[in-house]
Structures are given as C-alpha cells and as structure tokens.
C-alpha cells in the first residue's frame, strides 16, 4: 500500500529510538540486524551435499516458483531446514531418513535412479502418491508422514522470507502515523458477502 | 548457622509482586511520598533487549523454532518472538494438581510481570457483577457506584480506547479514542446486528493519543511481544521505571518471598525472601506490606506464613485463603470466510487483538440455561506470517505445489476466530492448598490444585459454539473445528488455561467469610494488603486486569491514608 501515512521500517527504528531514548549503538545493531537478513550463500552443515541437493528439489516442488513470484529455492527453504536439522537431531533424522526414503521408493520404481535423477514426471508420480494422506497407499505410510513434516516446513520458510510475505502481500509490523482501512477493500468483502 | 541477612533500612511499604497490581501500588505510594521496597521474583526488565516486536521471523536464523527447533515438537512454551512473560512450567517451581482434576498455572517471573504481554483488554465490571441479582455466589463489600471513580482513574493512567455505548454489561469509562474496525470485523459487526448483538470498538490499554509522557501507537500490531515505546500499557514501563527516577522505590529482583515475618501484636514487620542468585535467606523490614503476588502465589504465601498466633496461615482464621478459586471460561472456534478471500492487500494490524468485540448481550435472559455470561473475542486479518501459521490449511488441502500456493494466498487473511471468555461460579471442588509433599528449589512448600468446571461452564461453552458457529454462518463461511476438539463435547479450556486466576483471598464484610475487607486490607492483619485478583469475589466475564489496578489505586491510596492517620 502506498500511502503518504507510512513509514519505512528504518524510520520506525529510528522514532522509536528517539521514543526510547536509545543509544546510536542500539540503533544501529538493530538496523545491521536487518541487514544481515541479506547474507551470503548458505553452506549445508547437517545434511550431505546429495541430501541437501533433494531437499532442495523437493522444496520447489511444493512451493514452486511462477509468473508472479520465486518459489521455495529461491527464498532458501533447504538452509532453513538444513539449519534446523544442525541443531536437533531429531529434526536431522527426520530428514536423512525422509530423504533415504525417498530415494529408495524412486530406485525400486525407476531402475536404480535417486529421487533427485529422476525425470521430473517420476518425482511428482511419488509425490501424487504421498501428498494426500487419506488416498496414499498404507505401505507408503511412511512417505506420507515425512512429506507432511517437509510440506509443513517448506510452507513455513517459504512464507516467513521476504519472497514469500510479497508473495502474500503482507504489510505489516511497520509503523503508521493512523490506522486506516482502505474503503475498497471493505466494498469488495461487503459485496461477495451474504451482509449487503 | 543459617545467617538470615536484614537490610538496614525499614521501608514504609514492601510490595510483593510487579504486575499490574504490584505496579500499581508501587507507583500510588511513591507519588504519596512513601518509600517502597519492591519484591520480583524474576529478573530487571530491559525493553530495548527483551522486547522483540519489530523482528521479522526471516531476521533470526531459526525464524522463531528456538535454538533447538522447539517448536517443532512441542517444547516451546511460547512463542521466541513473545515477551519475556512467564511460563506454564518453570525449573525449580513446581506445582502439582489433585488426581482426576486438570489445572495449568501461568507464572511470570519479570519485572512487569504478565503486564508485559498481556492482551490488554480493560472492561470494567458491572454493577450486577458486584451485586448479583441472581442468588448464586456472593455480593461484593463494594458497589459499582463506588468502584467507578478508580476505574476512572485507572482508565485515565493507563489509556484505554473505546466508545460511550450505554450498555449495562459493558459500562462505559474515560476513554481514549476508538479504532477503526478491519475488513473481517466490519463483515462480523453486519452479521451481528443481523443476529441482535451488539459489536462495539473494543476496550483496550493502547494509546491512540499521547498520554503521560507515553508515546501514541505506531500500529505495528505486535502488543503481545512487548512494547518498546510503552505505548501498550504495562506497569514495568508505566509504573514502576517512572517510580525508580523518584527515588522512593527500592527494587530487589530475583527476590523469591518465603514468608511474611509477624510480631507480636500481630503484625507484620518483614518479607522473608530467597535470593535466586545466591540462595540465601533475606529479610525486608517494613511498616506495611502489599502481596501482588497473583492470585495463587499471594494465597500461597499467606498460607505458607504460619506462626503460633496464625496456624492456619497468616489472615486466614476464616479459612477461606486459597479457596474460590476461578479462571475464565474458554471456547474458540475458526471459520473460513469466502467473502474475505482474495481481498485486497492493506496493513491490518493497528492494535494487537481485536478492534471490536461483544460484550455479554443476553443479560437476565433467564432461558440461557446457564448463569452469568461471556463476551466474545475476535481475531482475523493479515497477520504476521509465522512458523506454523499455514499448517491447519497444509492439513486441510494436502497437496503441493502450484495449487497450494494459489491456495494459500487465496485465503490469506480469510479466517476469523472468535473466542469466548466467560464467567466461573466458585464451587468447592476448586481450590488451592499446599502441597505437604513438596518443596520447591528454595525449600518453600509448593500449591496443589483442584479444579473443576460445574454444568454451568459446561453449558455456556456450548452455547459459545453454537453462538460462533451463527455468526460464521452469517458471514457466508465454514466452521472449521474448535480450536481443543480433544475436548469434546463442550470443548472448554483446561482450568488456568485462560490465565484470570482469581478469588482465592477474597474479600467481604465478614471475617468469618472472608480474609480482607473492602480495601483490601486483611481483617485480622492490619498493614496487610492484596492487591492482585485474589481478592476478587467472582470473575464477572471482564477480563481482571483493569479492576487489579482500580482495587489496587483505591486500596493503596486508603494505606497511605491509613499511614498518615498512624492508624497502619
């Protein structure tokens, strides 16, 4: 939304430093906080250099990238989740096993070949089949269970990045001078409701 | 020998407890030029450090998991993001809750104390609150008519908004002004005029002008995480920061009380406390003292200060400390609304929660079949993405790819959630005592609890879904499941759930039935005052903060009175 009433985030920082009576250190490690949301490129430290390269895969295929906005490899999902599993080794088991597994399914189905050789229309035949909890093969339950883990994890980095909230279009936790709600907005909800 | 260490100085009063009653209390003694020990159990708070409103999840690496991925499984308390608040489980301080009953107990160990995050939702009581028409649970010592000044002078210092409506359930006060309502509200407030209830702007302790030195919102919507420019009201940054430039206020952090010390005429002369950081026993001399403990932990402490002259603990010849306890009752439920979907992208957030809500709309209707009632919470809109908050719909879609995309940003910002607060009768299977089993990590005898919910709470959670399943209906949605399904049928919190603990160190007019008097100061105990929800008679379906800090103003004030007549 482009209105004169809104501020940029480092203007907030600013007020409410001026608010605050805070110090130029303070400001400025709050504003290198945001910039270091722009870091360099991610090196995996949990998983291996084909398991990361598999999850990355995988993560675009759940949230892949269109005509309007990048997808999931692009807001770096692999980092967050290869991060994550640096940390826990419960999440890193779920994971090497989610992969291995997945690796497996495709090798019996596609003559040896890993999930990540495997030709596009392969890997989302597997996924058509673990994707939907309810219609999934019950030997398959495993797959079902891991992809949900994936899916749930994929969907979080994804719209918790910078990406993913333009792709939402959120606006928020910024400051305003005013609270306002645009009237175009109530007209459109009114009109599609039952409430006229 | 154990050496018990005695500050030199004899404060005039020591007040246990920084929350909103504690706050309170600590900034009306200071401006009446008393000086004041001040007793947290938790560590200072330092809002430029603790406070974390204005991260965004993708600035801290874990985005909110905790540095151990918590979140995932299960083991993260509250939200990375959220204030330094408090806790359901903390180390060293256990509780424990008699077999068959379900209780959880919310405990904050901070300077500010739940004051920090808390939803800021300031109804004052009505008139009936105080003096039930009904015949069931008891009469206050004190009316609304004369409770309506310190509401008034509470609404004045903390800031609240809202608008003059009229209602008798929801009476009107000194307010701030209101807010707009959001789209998903504006839809809410057509479907209850059609259903006869009234929506009204909310009632809530952030500015929306300038007030004593406080700065005006800035609208980012994240109250709950803290507020840097104290813009949301909390007694840390209200109260207790301006107190300490004063000069009259001594504040002891990390300072877990024992036991209240009495003399012998009976009064009582000193707080024994635990010092966390070097557990060693200390002692604060005083002239008087405020326990603002919350409700269970000042019940507690005055259950754990026994003496040859109070061995049924101290101010409880009654034998009512502990007893009465209540909590608010809670039922949520969600809904699609396909009106909303697709709706055109604005900044939502103004004011954490709602910016409209419904007071209690059937009052005397007695075909309700159940007592009392509860107001309705509503929640909704463009929020924050956060990890976790596209789960329920990865759940209910499954898929991948292009079509949950699409999906998900199709219904961005198109739920509503109402939730349901309502009011607890006291009845004798809900209580707390002391544990004679347990210690906690100082050696203080921990609280055991017995909680149950009667048929009334029952029923009225049942009449809150039905109620929220109208209303999304109204909008054109789709019910999409209570917000606890494991608790079919009713579906009610679990006890303490909610986190309004109140009445176990009530008050009355008769000693033998109650533990304090209509100022709060003990019957039998005359320089001792509570000044949390525990001396609430009932827990009228009005969230306790804002009547902690009217009861709190009123009694600290008549203290000092009290003081200067040398009757204290």
């Known amino acids: 939304m482009s209105d004169e009433a809104d501020v940029s985030r480092r203007d907030l920082l600013l007020r409410i430093a001026a608010a605050m009576g805070m110090t130029a250190v303070q400001v400025h490690s709050a504003v290198a906080q945001e910039k270091a949301a722009q870091k360099g490129p991610y090196r995996p430290q949990a998983l291996n250099g084909h398991e990361y390269a598999t999850l990355e895969r995988l993560s675009g295929l759940i949230v892949p990238a269109g005509d309007r906005s990048p997808g999931a490899v692009e807001a770096g999902a692999a980092a967050f989740i290869d991060f994550l599993c640096a940390a826990s080794d419960e999440m890193k088991t779920i994971y090497t096993g989610g992969l ?18 495997a030709p596009p229309p392969a890997q989302t035949a597997l996924l058509d089949l673990i994707a939907w909890s309810e219609r999934a093969p019950a030997d398959l339950a495993a797959g079902v269970q891991f992809f949900a883990w994936a899916r749930n994890m994929v969907v979080d980095a994804y719209y918790t990045s910078p990406l993913g909230m333009k792709e939402l279009g959120y606006l928020g936790n910024s400051a305003m001078e005013q609270f306002r709600v645009p009237q175009e907005a109530i007209d459109y909800a009114v009109k599609r409701s039952p409430l006229e | 020998m154990l050496q018990v ?46 406070f974390k409103e204005h991260l965004l999840p993708y600035q801290v690496d874990h985005r909110g998991a905790g540095a151990h991925a918590e979140l995932y499984f299960g083991r993260q308390q509250w939200g990375y993001f959220a204030a330094p608040n408090g806790y359901w489980e903390i180390a060293g301080e256990p509780y424990s809750v008699a077999p068959g009953d379900e209780f959880r107990w919310f405990r904050s160990r901070i300077l500010g104390g739940r004051t920090n995050h808390y939803g800021r939702i300031s109804l004052r009581f009505s008139d009936y609150d105080f003096q039930p028409e009904d015949g069931l649970g008891d009469p206050w010592p004190v009316t609304y008519q004369e409770m309506s000044p310190w509401y008034d002078k509470a609404e004045g210092f903390i800031g609240v908004t809202g608008t003059k409506e009229g209602l008798r359930t929801a009476p009107d006060g000194n307010f701030l002004p209101a807010i707009p309502p959001r789209v998903h509200e504006v839809l809410i407030q057509k ?66 009380a024992r036991e209240l010390v009495t003399d012998a005429a009976g009064k009582v002369t000193a707080v024994s406390y635990v010092d966390k950081a070097t557990r060693t026993e ?10 603002a403990a919350s409700a269970c932990e000042s019940a507690r402490l005055l259950l754990n200060s026994k003496s040859p002259r109070f061995p049924a603990g101290l101010a409880n010849s009654s034998g009512v400390v502990g007893r009465n306890l209540t909590d608010s009752t809670g039922f949520s439920l969600s809904g699609y609304v396909p009106a909303l979907a697709g709706l055109p992208r604005y900044n939502s957030d103004g004011i954490d929660g709602m910016h409209v809500y419904v ?69 004798r299977h809900t209580y707390c005592e002391i544990d004679r089993e347990r210690v906690d990590a100082w050696g203080i005898p921990v609280l055991q609890f017995h909680f149950q919910w009667s048929e009334n709470e029952l029923r009225q959670a049942r009449h809150m879904r039905e109620t929220f399943a109208a209303l999304i209906e109204t909008m054109g949605g789709r019910v999409l499941g209570p917000a606890s399904p494991g608790r079919e049928p009713a579906g009610i919190s679990v006890g303490g759930a909610i986190i309004h603990e109140a009445g176990t160190v009530r008050m009355g007019r008769d000693p033998k039935t109650s533990a304090l008097n209509q100022y709060s100061q003990a019957h039998e105990v005359k320089n001792l005052f509570v000044c949390d929800a525990a001396p609430f008679v009932s827990q009228p379906d009005k969230n306790v903060t804002l009547s902690i800090v009217a009861f709190a103003w009123r009694a600290s004030e008549y203290l000092a009175e009290e003081m200067r007549k040398g009757h204290v």
């Open chain 2, 359 to 427: 007071p209690w709309w059937r009052y005397g209707n007695g075909a309700n079949g159940f007592p009392r009632g509860y107001h309705i919470e509503i929640g909704g809109g463009f929020n924050m993405p956060q990890l976790g908050s596209f789960h329920g719909q990865c759940a209910r879609h499954e898929g991948y790819g292009k079509p949950l995309k699409d999906q998900l940003r199709e219904e961005y910002g198109a739920f509503v959630h109402f939730a349901g607060r309502g009011e607890m009768i006291p009845n």
């Open chain 2, 5 to 50: 260490i005695r500050a030199p100085q004899v404060f005039d009063v020591a007040v246990i407890g920084s929350g909103a009653g504690g706050g309170t209390a600590v900034k009306v003694l200071t401006d009446e030029g008393l000086h004041v020990a001040l007793l947290e159990a938790g560590p200072m708070l330092n809002p430029a450090k603790d």
């Open chain 1, 100 to 117: 291995a597994w997945l690796d497996g399914e495709m090798r019996r189905r596609e003559n040896g070949s890993s999930f990540l050789d």
């Open chain 2, 191 to 256: 479907a209850c005029r059609k259903l006869n209830m009234p929506c009204i702007p909310s009632r809530m302790a952030m500015l929306t002008r300038p007030l004593h030195g406080r700065a005006a919102c800035h609208y980012c919507g994240q109250c709950g995480r803290g507020c840097q420019t104290a813009s949301a009201f909390s007694s840390s940054q209200a109260m207790i920061f301006p107190a300490m430039k004063t000069g009259k206020l001594t504040v002891f952090t990390g300072a877990m």
């Open chain 2, 282 to 291: 200390q002692q604060v001399r005083c002239r008087a003292v405020v326990v």
